[in-house]
């Protein structure tokens, strides 16, 4: 099995930058793939980003602000979140599956338990 731990989140103001980690542990592979979400109080899990293989995917509302990294030698995903709006208060959760990544949530097989961002305006 994998566990996933988020860390990173806090209380930023609008405009500033945190980085989120997610540590992977257990049987990880480098072909596991993995992405963020986050949902919001009172909304929906949404997807944020995917990075599988070298190729990220971003959902539209975080395009040029945030960015998604591996580094498969630490099973650490991480996500660069830059630029931040009050609407991306959210919790924050890591995902991996065995496969490629995808922004499909329902796909993912292992979550964290999310990490809190907050954004004040």
């Known amino acids: 099995q994998v566990q996933l731990v988020e860390s990173g989140g806090g209380l930023v103001q609008a405009g500033g930058s945190l980085r989120l980690s997610c540590a992977a542990s257990?049987?990880?592979?480098?072909?596991?793939?993995m992405g963020w979400f986050r949902q919001a109080p009172g909304k929906e899990r949404e997807f944020v980003a995917t990075?599988?293989?070298?190729?990220?995917i971003y959902a539209d509302s975080v395009k040029g602000r945030f960015t998604v990294s591996r580094d498969n030698a630490k099973n650490t995903l991480y996500l660069q979140m830059n630029s931040l709006k009050p609407e991306d208060t959210a919790v924050y959760y890591c995902?991996?599956?065995?496969?490629?990544?995808?922004?499909?949530?329902?796909?993912?097989?292992?979550w964290g338990q999310g990490t809190q961002v907050t954004v004040s305006s």
């Open positions: 257990g049987r990880t592979s480098a072909n596991y793939g």
């Open positions: 995902a991996a599956r065995i496969g490629v990544g995808t922004t499909f949530q329902n796909l993912y097989t292992y």
């Open positions: 990075n599988t293989w070298g190729t990220t």
